[in-house]
């Protein structure tokens, strides 16, 4: 039996409301420490606050879709209960995906207890993108709900890891995470004028990235110039995106929020303590900040 969180049996459960919060949500990448992001939303479903349009990269993605279908806990259970079986994470995963990562175990019936709801995630009133980053050009791309042909190749897009996961193609063209050149794309919000913007980080606000360009980028991906370039300065951009969050939110465009305590989860952490420990930072920071956000909503 593979190793599972020990408290699994206590993250709630439940379905959120049917209630929408105009107002676009914006969800930062970070592979597992999504798990902070997870519970943060879990307690926004059982605030009832399930905003207009959530914009997610890669973990980020993953999170929001669980949040438009509702599942409160769902994205927690998973991840704190499959995190070590190898049909999500490990050799299985590699044969049925040729990814060390299958993000089709989120999103497909794989004998699981708590499917996907997949009726009301492509029902649900509330719009839904992911971000990929397309690897002919290296530009990112949005995939949205009800406009994109299919969504879910879209989010598996958005969460396919650079170096250790063979790209995603769909319609002839090559993706990769989103996080290669958007790790936080405010910007959409902003350029589709939205008035209530609440950006949900999964690092501390005063984390900045190693601000070096990567050559490793540049030797794996030489054959694709583009991408390889905007990769290799992620972190230089990351670091922007983090310093204008910080400005915008002094001004009052936007409200952003994070991790109350440093957080030390690794990318692919499987310390399944720390991973359920994290969840419920989220989920106290998503109740503690509750007043907070009613207040920056009008709601």
């Known amino acids: 039996m593979h190793k599972v969180y020990s ?22 990448g970070g592979a597992f420490r999504g798990l902070y992001t997870q519970g943060f939303l879990d307690a926004m479903m059982e605030n009832d606050i399930n905003m207009a349009c959530v914009i997610g990269v890669s973990a980020g993605a993953l999170s929001g879709m669980n949040y438009i279908s509702g599942q409160i806990g769902r994205s927690g259970r998973i991840n704190l209960g499959f995190r070590h079986d190898s049909r999500y994470v490990g050799a299985r995963a590699v044969l049925h995906s040729h990814s060390l990562l299958d993000i089709g175990f989120l999103t497909e019936d794989r004998g699981i207890l708590e499917p996907f709801d997949r009726e009301r995630f492509e029902n649900s009133k509330q719009r839904f993108i992911a971000v990929a980053t397309n690897c002919d050009n290296g530009k990112a791309v949005c995939f949205e709900k009800g406009r994109s042909r299919d969504i879910f190749a879209g989010v598996r897009a958005s969460a396919t890891m650079p170096y250790i996961s063979p790209m995603v193609w769909i319609d002839g063209v090559p993706y990769l995470d989103g996080g290669c050149t958007c790790k ?28 070096k360009i990567s050559k490793t980028a540049l030797r794996f991906y030489r054959s694709r110039e583009a991408f390889a370039k905007k990769l290799a300065i992620s972190n230089k951009s990351y670091n922007r995106q983090c310093d204008e969050i910080e400005q915008l939110h ?32 989220g989920y106290r920071d998503g109740v503690e900040n509750d007043a907070l956000i009613r207040n920056y909503l009008g709601i």
């Not at 459960?13 to 930062?28: F, M, N």
């Not at 910007?187 to 190693?210: C, D, M, S």
Request: aromatic share 8%; charged share 25%; with cysteine.
């Open 184 to 211: 936080i794309p405010y910007h959409w919000a902003l350029q589709n004028g939205f008035q209530k913007i609440i950006v949900l980080r999964t690092r501390e606000t005063t984390y900045r990235k190693p601000d």
């Open 250 to 281: 002094m001004e009052g465009r936007l409200l952003r929020i994070a991790p109350s305590q440093t957080v030390t989860v690794a990318r692919v952490e499987g310390d399944m303590e720390k991973l359920g420990n994290l969840y419920w930072l």
């Open 7 to 28: 408290g699994l049996e206590n993250l709630p459960e439940g379905r959120a409301s049917d209630h929408i919060t105009e107002g676009c949500l914006v969800l930062e």
